[in-house]
C-alpha cells in the first residue's frame, strides 16, 4: 500500500472559521510533510514531522499549527486564515527524510483544495 | 542560498522526444528528484539520481551531473497523457535535511 489520504478534498471557510485537515499513511513511514501549494507553482514547505517530532518549521504563520498524534497521522489545524492561504494543501510522507541518511521517496497524498472567503 | 531552476514551459509533439533541464545551486546535495503532476493532482515520483551518469525507466530517463549542478529528464514517444508539470527536487542537507522543489516546468503534448 502506497498510499497517503487526505481529508477532506476541498474545504470552504470564513477567515474567523477554526478546522482541520487530516493526513494519513500505513506505509511505516517516519517522516511526514505539510506543503503548500498555489496554481502553475511547485509545492513550498511548510513543516515537517520526523518520528512524530517537529523537526522543520519553515516559518509558517501561527494561524498554521500542525500536530502528529501517531505514526500514521498527521494534521494541520487552521484558525483565522486570510484569503491569500488559499491553495492546494499537500500531505506526504517518506521512509525517512531527516536523519541525514539516504533520502526516501516522498509519497504525496492528492491533497486538500482550501478556499478562505 | 538555494536555488533551482527549471524552464517553465515546453511545448511538443505525440511520438517525439523532449529534454526538461534542471539547474541546481544548493549547499548540500544528498539526492535529486524528478516527480509528474497533473493538474489539480499530488506529484507522483519518476526518478531519483545521487551518483553521475544515466537512470533508465522505459520510457523516462533522467540525468545528473553533480560537479556541473544539472540534471534532465528525457522523456520519449511522447503521449498525450504525459502533458503535465515536471518537478526537479533536491534533497539537500544544509543545516536541516529537507526536499526543495524546483520551478516546474508546464509540458504540453500536441498531436
Known amino acids: ?117 | 542560498g538555494q536555488n533551482i531552476d527549471q524552464p517553465t514551459e515546453m511545448t511538443a509533439t505525440e511520438g517525439a522526444i523532449v529534454q526538461i533541464n534542471c539547474t541546481y545551486q544548493t549547499s548540500g546535495f544528498n539526492g535529486l528528484f524528478w516527480y509528474q503532476q497533473h493538474a489539480g493532482e499530488a506529484p507522483t515520483f519518476l526518478s531519483y539520481n545521487v551518483l553521475d551518469g544515466l537512470e533508465e525507466k522505459g520510457r523516462f530517463s533522467s540525468f545528473l551531473s553533480r560537479s556541473k549542478g544539472y540534471s534532465y529528464l528525457l522523456l520519449k514517444e511522447l503521449q498525450m497523457k504525459d502533458s503535465a508539470s515536471y518537478l526537479c527536487a533536491v534533497y539537500t542537507t544544509s543545516g536541516t535535511y529537507k526536499y526543495i522543489f524546483g520551478t516546474g516546468t508546464r509540458l504540453k503534448v500536441l498531436a
Open chain 1, 1 to 117: 500500500d502506497t498510499e497517503v489520504t487526505q481529508t477532506p478534498k476541498h474545504l470552504v471557510m470564513g477567515m474567523t472559521n477554526k478546522k482541520s485537515l487530516k493526513c494519513e499513511q500505513h506505509m511505516g513511514h517516519r517522516a511526514m510533510y505539510w506543503y503548500k501549494q498555489k496554481a502553475k507553482k511547485p509545492p513550498e514547505l511548510m513543516f515537517v514531522y520526523s518520528y512524530e517530532k517537529l523537526s522543520i518549521n519553515e516559518s509558517v504563520p501561527s494561524r498554521f499549527s500542525p500536530e502528529c498524534p501517531n505514526s500514521s497521522l498527521l494534521n494541520l489545524h487552521l484558525h483565522a486564515l486570510q484569503p491569500e492561504d488559499s491553495a492546494l494543501y499537500l500531505c506526504a510522507s517518506s521512509q525517512e527524510g531527516t536523519s541525514g541518511g539516504a533520502p526516501g521517496t516522498q509519497y504525496f497524498g492528492p491533497g486538500t483544495r482550501l478556499l478562505v472567503l
